[in-house]
């Protein structure tokens, strides 16, 4: 195993709502290593954009980053990302860590052509010298991103593009300074489904070509068998277990895990009916006691009610947060 690239510990955020504090993520911890593809997964609501966005401070109000730690080993040292300043943190956010957004329709704006797009992300970070040079390096990333004829591409509006391209174009604004760390959250959700396993493709083969590392968000178990080398699955905004793809498919540990799994169709039997967990994900303002997943448990014991599980290592490298191990 390489060494780590980031060291995540207790991170830990709340939302300061009217309705009252909503716990979205509480005590998470995992590290990411140079080099690898890492999943997080889990269903809608269970924090994993939450996740992804405070490793970098990129929490609005009246979210706020309670406690916790980001350690980000970089070629000229290692900094917690959460102790640095806003102009700090501008300097390493899209540019050494940068983000892929769900939604490629948020995330371009409609009024710049993709080119100005991808140059004015260049500029800031004072990877070019203009505008105008940032255009010209756009036509390589459009061509690195595999859309066809970028010389004539790059003076496009975002409406001129497909649903695909438009991904493309986001994915070329991420990868346009050449990060270490780059996040896609759900990058492929709004797509349909030939284009996205083009899409998870090519942020397989920029990860290679750029030696980068990807931390890849996904509610699909499929996306992540394909492509993720170790998986954190989250549940109810806290990490329920930790492992290698093998051991997270093969041997999964966590009640929760195994439920996922379940509920995923096998291509080979054809199902009629997932075999979805009963219950329903709960409220983050008033969570469970304990262990948050005890009240859908089929296993849950005593324990499991008032002591909250820590992530404990059961095999090397695979770690579990529950009172069964
Ligand atoms: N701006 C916000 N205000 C209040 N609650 C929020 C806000 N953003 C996220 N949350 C809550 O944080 C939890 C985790 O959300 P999120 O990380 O977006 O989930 P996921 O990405 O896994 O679908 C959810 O319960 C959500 O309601
Ligand atoms: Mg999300």
Not at 64 to 89: A, Q
Not at 170 to 195: F, H, M, Q, R, W
Not at 275 to 280: K, S, V
Request: proline share 6%.
């Amino acid at each position: 195993m390489s060494e780590p690239i980031l060291e995540v510990r207790n991170l830990t955020v709340h939302f300061y709502t009217y309705a009252g504090i909503v716990k979205a993520i509480e005590d998470v911890s995992f590290d990411v290593y140079k080099g690898e593809t890492f999943a997080l997964v889990g269903e809608t609501g269970c924090g994993k954009s939450v996740t992804s966005r405070a490793l970098t401070q990129l929490i609005e109000s009246p979210g706020r980053i309670v406690r916790g730690s980001v350690i980000y080993h970089s070629d000229k040292g290692s900094v917690d990302l959460l102790k640095l300043n806003e102009e700090e943190i501008r300097e390493i956010r899209g540019s050494e860590i940068a983000y892929i957004f769900q939604d490629p329709h948020s995330s371009l704006d409609p009024l710049y052509t993709v080119g100005y797009q991808i140059a004015e992300g260049m500029e800031v970070h004072g990877r070019v010298k203009s505008i105008k040079e940032g255009i010209q390096k756009a036509v390589d990333i459009l061509r690195s991103v595999l859309i066809p004829d970028p010389e004539s591409r790059v003076k496009n509006y975002p409406h001129e593009l497909s649903g695909g391209m438009k991904q493309r174009v986001v994915i070329g604004t991420g990868i346009a300074n050449s990060p270490k760390i780059l996040i896609a959250d759900e990058p492929t959700t709004a797509l349909d489904v030939t284009v996205q396993a083009q899409i998870l493709e090519l942020i397989d083969d920029l990860r290679k070509k750029y030696n980068a590392t990807v931390i890849l968000i996904t509610h699909n178990l499929g996306v992540v068998a394909e492509t993720a080398d170790r998986v954190a699955v989250m549940y109810a905004g806290k990490i329920a277990e930790i492992g290698s793809v093998e051991q997270i498919f093969k041997n999964p540990l966590h009640p929760y895990t195994k439920g996922l799994l379940k509920a995923v169709p096998n291509p080979m039997t054809k199902v009629e009916r997932l075999d979805a967990i009963p219950g329903t994900v709960p409220n983050l303002i008033t969570p469970p006691g304990g262990c948050r997943f005890h009240p859908r448990c089929p296993f849950a014991m005593e324990i499991c009610k008032k002591k909250v599980p820590e992530l404990k290592e059961i095999e090397d490298g695979h770690f579990v947060a529950c009172h069964l191990y």
